[in-house]
């Protein structure tokens, strides 16, 4: 399961992890050339040469074509056209729902950030209070022939400053917390609004405001107009929020399988909704009424492939593009394939990492007892897991201990000298058998919840191995119906993806302690001030140096109270059908198909 952290931005299940500064991952497909864009791969085609880590300038003369390519990122489903609810959030969702919706900004493959020009521009023009600028362009509009305005970033702001019970079911509080008053504008149907952060500037403030929902398919679904929305989100009308809540936390909703009407979906995006069957594939249809540059194909298909099928799929021609779980297997079949001169594969680290969270809420055996959790963690085999199932792919992988810093980042090797000691790098199963006697605990039982993937269940089988010795009856929750976000699970195995954020570790770690409660993707209700107060002082703050010191401190403290257990950075494995141009990789959670509306087919 890959989760993101938010920025506005995603996790694998579940924008994402934090990356300081943006740097470059090492990768392996340029002949050992570790600074080389990880957006380029032997094989690849290119209609035109891009000048960055950006999305390449097409061409006014760049056409869509009359054709399909169809791409398997794994098994997840498809949850909803609302990728905006905890329930639908996670990086497999993002990556279709984000082909419908354009917005000011997106990640490029070296973790830039980059404005669209396409859609709009922002400015800062003024810093004292911190305001920004931002202008929609005029022929921006959904599909359904409706102006994209300010009014759909009045809605953007509000499901993200009105949340809790019979309000917004929605993800982070950031947005509404640190721009109290909201987008202003002229009027609603205004294409410029200004936002200003009274406090400073939001650390991750170009990602703050992006893509926006449809504002009048809500407006209408309530029964008021749109004027009346953005009235009283603006204004606070708790009892109008209420109903426009409901109506944006339900009518996307449906039952897997089954597209909500067409004219409550529109598009921004260069794709729209076509068809959906629950378990095997999505389809997106060109947008007819697209005001950008057109989409390079008819039809994409997401398709919902088991990763131990990826690479004969591809083979065979029924998948274009492949994002499998990365095993040595894998690796070498998709070598051989490579060598046949008719795919193209790339290598290299992602901005994703693998963990284990430790809930303590009541009903963990870890609740009344948190010195298990010690035990727990002296026992996980974190250098066996790296070797066994990392080292194949890639060997000079090393553990993942931070959870803010990526071990590829400059910075990292300092942070962690000041924040671990290295405690729990080797399995130590006598100690942790002490600890389990010590407390008559012998025989305690810890489910671990995943999300079934074959790397997954490797890992939890070391880690029985390992701890079953030591006392523990670990049990294999991946074939278990289990809600990660629910906090439904003893350990939970997942990874957080991200996008360049570096305050987007407030909403997992930290607490509102306003209303005394874990933030929204707190899953293990973590709850410890000098964490909260870390991250809350990053948020505003733009000293590299003062960002450094309070990371150090938070990571200290998560290793203290051993919030989680860090594993290893994600080897990053994509291949595609050569005939394919423009399909450039980035280890951003935005996977591999971040420009997807670029690809097009082309003679070799």
Same mark, same amino acid.
């Given at each position: 399961?890959?989760?993101?952290?938010?920025?506005?931005?995603?996790?694998?299940?579940?924008?994402?992890?934090?990356?300081?500064?943006?740097?470059?991952?090492?990768?392996?497909?340029?002949?050992?050339?570790?600074?080389?864009?990880?957006?380029t791969a032997e094989g690849q085609q290119l209609t035109v040469e891009p000048d960055n880590g950006?999305?390449?300038?097409?061409?006014?003369?760049?056409?869509?074509?009359?054709?399909?390519?169809?791409?398997?990122?794994?098994?997840?489903?498809?949850?909803?056209?609302?990728?905006?609810?905890?329930?639908?959030?996670?990086?497999?969702?993002?990556?279709?729902?984000?082909?419908?919706?354009?917005?000011?900004?997106?990640?490029?493959?070296?973790?830039?950030?980059?404005?669209?020009?396409? @859609?709009?521009?922002?400015?800062?023009?003024?810093?004292?209070?911190?305001?920004?600028?931002?202008?929609?362009?005029?022929?921006?509009?959904?599909?359904?022939?409706?102006?994209?305005?300010? #009014?759909?970033?009045?809605?953007?702001?509000?499901?993200?400053?009105?949340?809790?019970?019979?309000?917004?079911?929605?993800?982070?509080?950031?947005?509404?917390?640190?721009?109290?008053?909201?987008?202003?504008?002229?009027?609603?149907?205004?294409?410029? @609004?200004?936002?200003?952060?009274?406090?400073?500037?939001?650390?991750?403030?170009?990602?703050?405001?992006?893509?926006?929902?449809?504002?009048?398919?809500?407006?209408?679904?309530?029964?008021?107009?749109?004027?009346?929305?953005?009235?009283?989100?603006?204004?606070?009308?708790?009892?109008?929020?209420?109903?426009?809540?409901?109506?944006?936390?339900?009518?996307?909703?449906?039952?897997?399988?089954?597209?909500?009407?067409?004219?409550?979906?529109?598009?921004?995006?260069?794709?729209?909704?076509?068809?959906? %069957?629950?378990?095997?594939?999505?389809?997106?249809?060109?947008?007819?009424?697209?005001?950008?540059?057109?989409?390079?194909?008819?039809?994409?298909?997401?398709?919902?492939?088991?990763?131990?099928?990826?690479? %004969?799929?591809?083979?065979?021609?029924?998948?274009?593009?492949?994002?499998?779980?990365?095993?040595?297997?894998?690796?070498?079949?998709?070598?051989?394939?490579?060598?046949?001169?008719? $795919?193209?594969?790339?290598?290299?680290?992602?901005?994703?990492?693998?963990?284990?969270?430790?809930?303590?809420?009541?009903?963990?055996?870890?609740?009344?007892?948190?010195?298990?959790?010690?035990?727990?963690?002296?026992?996980?085999?974190?250098?066996?897991?790296?070797?066994?199932?990392?080292?194949?792919?890639?060997?000079?992988?090393?553990? %993942?201990? #931070?959870?803010?810093?990526?071990? @590829?980042?400059?910075?990292?090797?300092?942070?962690?000298?000041?924040?671990?000691?290295?405690?729990?790098?080797?399995?130590?199963?006598?100690?942790?058998?002490?600890?389990?006697?010590? $407390?008559?605990?012998?025989?305690?039982?810890?489910?671990?919840?995943?999300?079934?993937?074959?790397?997954? $269940?490797?890992?939890?089988?070391l880690i029985q191995a390992s701890c079953n010795e030591a006392g523990f009856e670990i049990v294999?929750?991946?074939?278990?119906?289990?809600?990660?976000?629910?906090?439904?699970?003893?350990?939970?195995?997942?990874?957080?993806?991200?996008?360049?954020?570096?305050?987007?570790?407030?909403?997992?770690?930290?607490?509102?302690?306003?209303?005394?409660?874990?933030?929204?993707?707190?899953?293990?209700?973590?709850?410890?001030?000098?964490?909260?107060?870390? @991250?809350?002082?990053?948020?505003?703050?733009?000293?590299?140096?003062?960002?450094?010191?309070?990371?150090?401190?938070?990571?200290?403290?998560?290793?203290?109270?051993?919030?989680?257990?860090?594993?290893?950075?994600?080897?990053?494995?994509?291949?595609?059908?050569?005939?394919?141009?423009?399909?450039?990789?980035?280890?951003?959670?935005? %996977?591999?198909?971040?420009?997807?509306?670029?690809?097009?087919?082309?003679?070799?």
């Amino acid at each position: 399961m890959e989760l993101h952290k938010l920025s506005m931005a995603v996790a694998f299940v579940a924008s994402s992890a934090l990356v300081l500064s943006a740097c470059t991952p090492g990768e392996d497909t340029n002949n050992g050339d570790t600074d080389a864009d990880p957006g380029t791969a032997e094989g690849q085609q290119l209609t035109v040469e891009p000048d960055n880590g950006g999305k390449a300038d097409l061409g006014e003369d760049f056409e869509t074509q009359e054709d399909e390519i169809s791409v398997s990122l794994g098994p997840q489903p498809f949850n909803s056209y609302n990728g905006q609810r905890p329930s639908n959030y996670n990086a497999y969702n993002s990556t279709i729902v984000d082909r419908l919706f354009e917005g000011f900004s997106y990640v490029g493959t070296d973790l830039e950030i980059y404005q669209n020009e396409e @859609f709009g521009s922002y400015e800062v023009i003024n810093e004292d209070p911190f305001t920004v600028e931002y202008t929609i362009n005029d022929k921006v509009e959904w599909s359904d022939g409706t102006p994209v305005t300010a #009014a759909d970033y009045v809605l953007d702001w509000g499901h993200q400053r009105y949340l809790g019970e019979g309000q917004f079911d929605g993800l982070s509080p950031n947005y509404g917390t640190y721009v109290p008053e909201g987008p202003q504008a002229d009027s609603w149907d205004s294409k410029t @609004f200004t936002i200003e952060y009274p406090d400073g500037a939001y650390a991750d403030w170009e990602l703050m405001v992006s893509a926006a929902h449809p504002s009048h398919v809500v407006a209408e679904e309530t029964g008021i107009s749109q004027e009346e929305l953005v009235n009283a989100i603006l204004d606070g009308d708790e009892g109008l929020i209420e109903d426009i809540a409901e109506t944006w936390n339900t009518i996307w909703d449906t039952d897997p399988g089954t597209l909500p009407d067409e004219e409550l979906i529109p598009s921004s995006g260069p794709y729209i909704l076509s068809d959906w %069957q629950d378990g095997e594939y999505v389809t997106l249809k060109a947008n007819e009424n697209y005001w950008g540059t057109p989409p390079g194909v008819s039809t994409l298909v997401f398709q919902f492939v088991d990763n131990a099928a990826h690479v %004969q799929a591809l083979q065979n021609g029924d998948l274009s593009a492949i994002v499998p779980t990365e095993t040595v297997d894998t690796r070498s079949e998709l070598e051989s394939l490579v060598e046949q001169g008719e $795919h193209a594969m790339h290598i290299g680290d992602k901005a994703t990492w693998e963990h284990l969270d430790i809930q303590y809420d009541e009903g963990s055996p870890f609740h009344d007892k948190p010195e298990l959790a010690e035990a727990f963690a002296l026992c996980v085999p974190r250098d066996q897991i790296l070797e066994n199932l990392i080292h194949p792919v890639n060997p000079d992988a090393e553990l %993942q201990n #931070a959870r803010e810093v990526l071990n @590829f980042q400059p910075n990292y090797d300092e942070i962690v000298a000041e924040s671990y000691d290295g405690r729990y790098d080797t399995a130590d199963v006598e100690a942790a058998a002490e600890i389990l006697e010590e $407390h008559d605990a012998v025989g305690t039982e810890v489910l671990i919840g995943h999300n079934a993937q074959e790397r997954r $269940h490797d890992t939890v089988e070391l880690i029985q191995a390992s701890c079953n010795e030591a006392g523990f009856e670990i049990v294999d929750g991946g074939d278990v119906d289990i809600d990660i976000a629910a906090g439904e699970w003893d350990v939970a195995l997942f990874a957080w993806s991200g996008s360049g954020q570096i305050a987007s570790g407030l909403n997992i770690y930290g607490w509102d302690r306003e209303n005394d409660e874990p933030r929204p993707q707190n899953f293990n209700n973590y709850n410890n001030d000098v964490v909260s107060d870390a @991250f809350e002082t990053i948020a505003t703050s733009n000293d590299e140096d003062e960002i450094q010191e309070q990371i150090i401190t938070l990571e200290q403290e998560l290793w203290e109270d051993l919030h989680g257990i860090p594993l290893y950075v994600h080897p990053g494995i994509t291949a595609w059908d050569s005939s394919i141009a423009n399909v450039r990789p980035t280890p951003a959670q935005s %996977q591999l198909v971040w420009n997807a509306e670029q690809w097009q087919r082309v003679s070799e």
